[in-house]
């Protein structure tokens, strides 16, 4: 128990660190803000999710204490619940039944699946954001307004040349639109970027209980889906539910772009292309982005008519589980 608590307060000192270094205005600063999760996922995955609620919980209230409650709220709802409920989730397991090799019944675990944690990390990701919402407005027309000042303080628009104003105003316009959905599939990224980053570190130092999951077999329920549809027709309605249907949307689609990336893993196995086919994919992804669209369409392909399972039939062998 006291390590526990040792390993958990260090963590938590670790992710106020990283969060609170936002402060110093510095780019440096951007990719360690979003990298606060991470020591709360490694004491999770390494020691207990008691360690991770412990490092959550140190962080808050120590920037709550030397920042304000602004600070502990931020924290609490961007960094250190989702940090914890993932880490919990990913140590999840239940004993199944097994055979060995000599025919007698051997302990096993059946662990919680990749597919409903990259679900979750989506659910975290829209709830960061939806939380967010009523700092700028409680309706459409507020939020948009709060967030269109925010934007013009962000740029400094102070009475420039009427032609700079215009093209300044029509960025404004087309950002205010623009961040809520980009906003809820950066918070997912940087869920499952930490989660795999901690799941790296901890395996590499040996102590993740848990064996590495087959990442290429990942899948999703189907009720996703439809959730995913819903969100995508109430996105073209006006006001906060549109909004809200833009950020789910959004989210969700991530999501089956992972899945794309899974299932592109697992129909190109023993094809001599097949580094080259995946190298292209994500450096097409990293540096133009509309490429995970369609990457987007092979989960949804996938989660329609199990594309895999389809493929492996042709080819003779097994889909893998």
């Known amino acids: 128990m006291t390590q526990i608590a040792i390993v958990g307060i260090g963590a938590g000192a670790a992710a106020a660190l990283l969060f609170a270094s936002v402060t110093s205005g510095s780019w440096l600063s951007i990719p360690l803000f979003y990298l606060a999760p991470l020591p709360i996922l490694i004491a999770g995955l390494g020691w207990s999710h008691w360690a991770a609620m412990t490092a959550a919980l140190a962080g808050a209230l120590g920037l709550g204490a030397v920042f304000g409650t602004v600070f502990l ?22 004993p199944v039944a097994a055979i060995n090799s000599s025919g007698q019944d051997a302990p096993s675990f059946e662990w919680y699946p990749p597919g409903r944690l990259v679900m979750w990390a989506a ?4 709830m960061v954001v939806a939380i967010a919402i009523p700092n700028f407005g409680i309706d459409a027309e507020t939020f948009r307004a709060g967030l269109r ?7 400094r628009v102070n009475g420039p040349p009427a032609r700079t104003a215009g093209n300044t105003e029509r960025l404004i316009e087309i950002l205010v639109s623009a961040i809520p959905p980009a906003a809820a599939v950066l918070a997912t990224v940087t869920n499952l970027l930490n989660l795999w980053l901690a799941g790296r570190i901890v ?6 209980a848990r064996p590495w999951p087959q990442l ?14 819903v969100a995508i027709v109430l996105s073209f309605l006006d006001g906060m539910l549109g909004i809200v249907g833009g950020i ?3 989210s969700l689609l991530l999501a089956y772009g992972v899945l794309g990336f899974a299932v592109l893993h697992a129909i190109t196995q023993g ?16 540096l133009l982005t509309w490429p995970m669209l369609a990457l987007c369409l092979l989960g949804l392909i996938e989660t329609a008519i199990g594309l895999r399972g389809r493929i492996a039939t042709k080819r003779g062998t097994p889909a893998r589980s």
Do not use: E
């Open 73 to 94: 709220l931020a924290f609490s709802a961007g960094a250190g619940f989702p940090a914890w409920w993932l880490g919990y989730l990913a140590m999840l397991a239940r």
């Open 123 to 126: 659910i975290l990701g829209i």
């Open 149 to 155: 000042d925010a934007l013009n303080a962000i740029l």
């Open 203 to 208: 395996r590499f130092s040996g102590r993740l």
């Open 216 to 229: 290429s077999s990942m899948s999703f329920p189907p009720l996703m889906a439809a959730v995913l549809a």
């Open 248 to 250: 789910v949307a959004a």
């Open 271 to 286: 094809m001599s292309t097949r580094p080259l086919v995946l190298s292209v994919t994500y450096a097409g992804v990293i």
